[in-house]
């Protein structure tokens, strides 16, 4: 079996035995990747028994089974690049993390590589040291929602192809993929209503204003749990986290 090299962040860890893990690792090249990593946890003179972390970004080496690209790959290397330790100072730049991590791990399919979204993920949690999380995962999901087709369209009805900027009122329907004018809201069955200012700021280049980051998550955590059909675990600490520092990142 040929061995392949790559950039990897863990997004999924499970302790397979006393020694071993199971992961899904994202790399750059190669797409999602479940290795199983036999020993990994094993201790030597030189590290403890520790494994692989959720969120490490590392230099893997692993083989997978030609014809059997479904099965798990066996990890046979990795070299940890990085741990992101400012993630484990603060619980709102962890759990932002984490959610990035999660909706990845779903919302992409094993041996399909998307560079520009591994670039993503790693820019977003090398920037959660200083950036305002909020903002900073909020860029991170547009772009996961562009990269694999997803991605609302939020500057005109996506029922009468009218345009919604300036409007007062805005709904969004995930099923029908964006947003929905004050007239033809009765015809849809799945909606809410949002903040016009959301429809207004989030297809704009940039980073989203800070006070209104937790409105636009809220949007792309509402379409991102209609997609995976249901909601995430993390969002709910995550929104815990954002209120205990007081409604602000």
Same mark, same amino acid.
């Not at 100072?89 to 984490?98: C, D, I, P, S, V």
């Not at 939020?154 to 900027?165: A, E, I, N, Q």
């Not at 015809?187 to 940039?206: H, N, S």
């Not at 409105?215 to 986290?241: G, K, N, W």
């Given at each position: 079996? /040929?061995?392949?090299?790559?950039?990897?962040?863990s997004l999924?860890?499970l302790?397979?035995s006393e020694?071993s893990?199971?992961?899904?690792l994202?790399?750059r090249?190669?797409?999602q990747?479940?290795v199983?990593a036999? &020993?990994?946890?094993?201790?030597?003179?030189?590290? &403890?028994?520790?494994?692989?972390d959720?969120l490490?970004l590392g230099?893997?080496?692993?083989?997978?089974?030609?014809g059997?690209?479904d099965?798990?790959?066996?990890l046979?290397? %990795?070299?940890?690049?990085?741990g992101?330790?400012?993630?484990?100072?603060?619980?709102?730049?962890?759990?932002?993390?984490?959610?990035a991590?999660e909706?990845t791990?779903?919302?992409?399919?094993v041996?399909?590589?998307h560079?520009r979204?591994?670039?993503?993920?790693?820019?977003?949690?090398?920037s959660?040291?200083e950036?305002?999380?909020?903002?900073?995962?909020?860029?991170y999901?547009?772009?996961?929602?562009?990269?694999?087709g997803l991605? /609302?369209?939020?500057?005109r009805c996506? #029922?009468?192809?009218?345009?919604?900027?300036?409007?007062r009122?805005?709904?969004? #329907?995930s099923r029908?993929?964006?947003?929905?004018?004050?007239?033809?809201?009765p015809?849809?069955?799945?909606?809410?209503?949002?903040?016009?200012?959301?429809a207004?700021?989030? /297809?704009?280049?940039?980073?989203?204003?800070?006070?209104?980051?937790?409105a636009?998550?809220?949007?792309l955590?509402?379409?991102l749990?209609?997609?995976? #059909?249901r909601?995430?675990?993390?969002?709910?600490l995550?929104?815990q986290? %954002?209120?205990?520092?007081? &409604?602000?990142?």
């Amino acid at each position: 079996m /040929p061995l392949l090299k790559d950039l990897a962040i863990s997004l999924r860890r499970l302790d397979y035995s006393e020694t071993s893990q199971v992961l899904v690792l994202f790399t750059r090249e190669y797409g999602q990747q479940r290795v199983i990593a036999k &020993g990994i946890k094993r201790s030597t003179s030189r590290r &403890g028994a520790v494994g692989i972390d959720l969120l490490e970004l590392g230099h893997v080496v692993f083989s997978v089974r030609p014809g059997r690209e479904d099965a798990l790959a066996t990890l046979t290397e %990795w070299r940890q690049e990085d741990g992101f330790p400012h993630l484990r100072t603060n619980l709102l730049r962890l759990y932002a993390a984490e959610y990035a991590a999660e909706v990845t791990s779903r919302l992409t399919e094993v041996q399909d590589p998307h560079p520009r979204l591994f670039d993503g993920l790693l820019t977003l949690l090398a920037s959660l040291a200083e950036a305002d999380p909020m903002t900073a995962l909020v860029g991170y999901l547009w772009i996961l929602l562009s990269e694999i087709g997803l991605r /609302p369209e939020l500057t005109r009805c996506v #029922s009468c192809g009218g345009g919604v900027v300036g409007d007062r009122v805005v709904f969004f #329907s995930s099923r029908q993929g964006g947003a929905i004018c004050r007239d033809c809201e009765p015809a849809a069955i799945e909606k809410r209503q949002i903040a016009p200012a959301v429809a207004t700021v989030l /297809p704009r280049p940039g980073p989203v204003p800070a006070p209104l980051a937790m409105a636009c998550f809220d949007l792309l955590e509402y379409h991102l749990t209609e997609i995976m #059909s249901r909601p995430s675990p993390v969002a709910r600490l995550l929104r815990q986290a %954002w209120h205990a520092a007081g &409604g602000r990142s």
